[in-house]
């Protein structure tokens, strides 16, 4: 974990904690890690790419400097007669990482007569560099123009390049003009297949990194590593990637864009090799989902079984494929109910939102109205529904967490709050504090003519499971006084003790009279009140506020005579 930019470390279940030297982070940045390849990464996208590997000293890669131009000579072949093309190079120093910032322009005889494809290895040009220090390889690069784009051509283990002609411009790859040699300044790494792909790169917003698949860490072209940038100049801005699949279910990385106008888009990327002899060039492509959406916050991106659900500034999307849609992905909203509700989220301070998938729930946690999350949004995915204010507080991170006894917890760190909640079932406060709750039902007529009256005779309900006491309360329209309320009771379960008893059966006991027998009420508790009142329309309403509270619903009903009285004057248009 990062506390204050500190890095700590445990190997005993969270009891004790042990600082990792040789790396401080910025205080100011959310710290994300991602494990691959035996290492666990640390990225903020303002510190270089952090790695821990299971000890206690953190790892930072060094920076290559960028190297001087080359000089190049020509065969002499190639400079005789008529001069039809000149060619520039540059080339970048390379380590396990990334790359250095490109050379400056190539110096020396690069006129030729005849274009390269035509080059033999007699008649080639030599490229020579400049030695860097701990540079593990060279890339190079082409262009017939000074103005490039100057494209990859191969790498080689030290400063030197024979150009016979052999080798194929790289179009997707273009020299460098950013040092990565201690890796790109992402924000966040996410694994997907073999690779890791890198986002919010605080240098170059539009870009996608793309690690190499057999080197863990290394985002170099030498080492089949890669990256796109995304419609540079446009409107989005790739925010989070994930491991997902297309239509079909090809297994493809999906990056979630962010825009100015809250609307976003979904594209996702694809990597096709191509060899030529015994050199392999990974080339990225990638295209935009039709009708898609985005988000501002990749922390309210979940996965749930096949399809993700997430945060838009529009509504809550979920992204799949439908039955009746044959091999594309869907967006559809599945906050429709509620949309006034997720209308209140401010889009200041909406990129913080985030979520988790926890016992077919979903918890997203969003700022109502506040630059801070304030509320927690639960969604049901069995039952479909949701609760807009499920937990009256908002959580900065959700943890998922299983102890050494195996057993799965769901964590979460509220903002500003200097220990971790536990979220469960089998809580029975927050903090120690009793939850207080209230069930509101809807407001339902007395008779299948909503503008009749009944005399309320009795109010009648049932209820199973409960422990604590159960405050009652019934609401209704009366004639004379409007809507208001009209009774409130108590219930308190009855208690008895079941278990076995505390005699000897023979000689041998057969239980432990040390061990208290449990309590249990009632398994189904009927309560009646009367009401007496002539009623249009009844509503209850349930509240607890015990700690050790807890009921299930059966019946809440009325009954009485219809009194067919007319209406009430005042509800007259005159």
Not at 127 to 137: E, F, H, K, L, Y
Not at 386 to 394: K, V
């Amino acid at each position: 974990m990062v506390a204050g930019g500190v890095v700590y470390r445990s190997i005993n279940d969270g009891d004790t904690w042990t600082i990792c030297t040789g790396v401080t982070l910025d205080t100011t940045a959310k710290v994300n890690m991602t494990q691959d390849g035996g290492y666990l990464y640390l990225t903020n996208g303002i510190d270089e790419i952090t790695r821990y590997d299971g000890s206690t000293t953190l790892v930072t890669y060094t920076a290559l400097t960028d190297p001087s131009a080359a000089s190049v000579v020509a065969a002499a072949g190639l400079t005789s007669g008529t001069t039809i093309v000149t060619y520039y190079y540059k080339y970048a120093a390379v380590n396990e990482v990334g790359f250095s910032a490109s050379s400056p322009i190539s110096t020396g005889n690069d006129a030729v007569n005849t274009e390269r494809v035509n080059f033999t290895s007699t008649n080639s040009i030599v490229i020579t560099g400049s030695a860097v220090a701990s540079a593990d390889r060279y890339d190079w690069f082409t262009s017939d123009n000074t103005n490039g784009p100057f494209y990859y051509l191969t790498s080689t283990a030290g400063p030197v390049m024979v150009d016979d002609g052999s080798y194929l411009p790289n179009v997707a790859i273009e020299a460098p003009t950013d040092n990565t040699t201690t890796g790109p300044l992402v924000e966040e790494l996410t694994g997907i297949g073999s690779r890791m792909y890198g986002t919010r790169d605080t240098q170059n917003k539009y870009r996608i990194w793309i690690s190499s698949g057999t080197l863990p860490g290394a985002f170099s072209p030498s080492y089949d590593a890669t990256y796109i940038d995304w419609q540079p100049g446009g409107k989005l801005f790739p925010l989070k990637a994930e491991d997902y699949r297309d239509g079909r279910g090809t297994p493809l990385a999906t990056v979630w864009c962010n825009s100015a106008d809250g609307q976003g888009a979904i594209i996702q990327v694809s990597l096709e090799t191509a060899t030529i002899a015994d050199i392999s060039i990974t080339i990225p492509s990638a295209y935009k989902l039709p009708g898609s959406r985005g988000t501002p916050a990749p922390g309210s991106i979940v996965n749930v079984l096949n399809d993700y659900y997430f945060y838009n500034s529009q509504a809550i999307y979920n992204i799949g494929t439908r039955a009746q849609l044959q091999n594309i992905l869907s967006t559809d909203e599945v906050s429709a109910n509620i949309r006034p509700t997720i209308k209140r989220i401010s889009r200041d301070g909406e990129e913080n939102i985030t979520g988790v998938y926890f016992d077919a729930k979903i918890l997203l946690s969003v700022n109502y109205g506040s630059t801070t999350n304030n509320a927690t949004l639960v969604y049901d995915t069995e039952r479909r529904a949701m609760l807009p204010r499920a937990f009256t507080i908002g959580f900065q991170k959700f943890l998922k967490y299983t102890d050494t006894g195996k057993t799965p917890r769901l964590l979460a760190w509220k903002p500003g709050d200097n220990r971790l909640s536990w979220i469960d079932a089998s809580i029975q406060g927050d903090y120690g504090e009793a939850f207080s709750t209230s069930l509101l039902t809807g407001l339902h007529p007395v008779n299948k003519n909503r503008f009749e009256f009944e005399f309320t005779e009795e109010a009648e309900i049932e209820i199973s499971n409960q422990q604590g006491t159960l405050n009652v309360e019934l609401l209704g329209i009366e004639r004379t006084q409007g809507y208001q309320s009209t009774k409130s009771q108590t219930i308190t379960p009855t208690v008895t003790n079941i278990g076995w008893d505390t005699f000897n059966w023979d000689t041998t006991p057969w239980d432990d009279t040390s061990v208290v027998p449990d309590l249990f009420s009632e398994s189904s508790i009927k309560r009646y009140f009367p009401v007496q009142r002539e009623l249009n329309a009844v509503q209850w309403r349930l509240t607890t506020a015990s700690v050790d509270a807890k009921y299930l619903t059966r019946t809440l009903q009325t009954w009485g005579t219809v009194t067919y009285s007319g209406k009430p004057r005042q509800w007259r248009l005159t």
